[in-house]
């Protein structure tokens, strides 16, 4: 393995099972692991067999983690960042780590495999040919109701986020904007056993 690269590595959204082959090859290769939360990637290691040393890298701290990973970079290690659940950096932390990175002139390796919208959107029996992600819905009622008449004249599959504790807040508020012409697909849990 080429040292000094930052490895982008997609982990399980629910099945520990999903890991892939190269994923694991590369968790076991690099120097340290940069984790939205150490304690969760601990648990995925821990059920991998694999020990290496972890840092934080997470939306609170992501452009100290930045620096960090770059120093790790320029001393000629390896580091592979990833999230709690799928592919960093989609509506995960990463980007000032990706971005910082590039600047400074290192290849960033993406390590593709589990992605929730792309998993989703395959169990959800809706068109796929167009689809835009829009990552998390606002979080108040007002916000989600302007961003929800924005899409009144919207034809692709829309696949957004949201939270388990607004999640009947939000559909009823998609309800109070766009009525009952559109057909819906709330998903979670999409690879537990």
Request: charged share 25%.
């Amino acid at each position: 393995m080429p040292e000094n690269q930052l490895y982008v590595v997609a982990t399980p959204i629910g099945n520990l099972a999903d890991i892939t082959i190269r994923a694991q090859e590369i968790l076991e290769s690099v120097d340290i692991i940069a984790a939205e939360d150490t304690r969760h990637t601990k648990r995925l290691l821990n059920h991998l067999g694999i020990t290496k040393p972890l840092m934080a890298a997470h939306d609170h701290n992501e452009a100290g983690a930045a620096e960090q990973i770059v120093a790790k970079l320029k001393a000629g290690e390896s580091v592979a960042l990833v999230s709690d659940a799928g592919t960093p950096l989609i509506a995960d932390p990463g980007f000032h780590v990706s971005k910082q990175v590039s600047e400074a002139g290192f290849n960033i390796v993406p390590v593709p495999g589990a992605c929730a919208v792309i998993t989703a959107l395959c169990a959800a029996a809706l068109p796929t040919d167009r689809f835009i992600f829009d990552g998390f819905l606002p979080p108040k009622s007002k916000a989600r109701k302007d961003y929800f008449s924005s899409l009144a004249n919207e034809e692709r599959t829309l696949v957004v986020y949201e939270s388990p504790h607004r999640i009947l807040d939000s559909l009823k508020d998609l309800a109070e904007v766009l009525g009952g012409g559109k057909e819906l697909v709330v998903a979670r849990e999409l690879t537990k056993t």
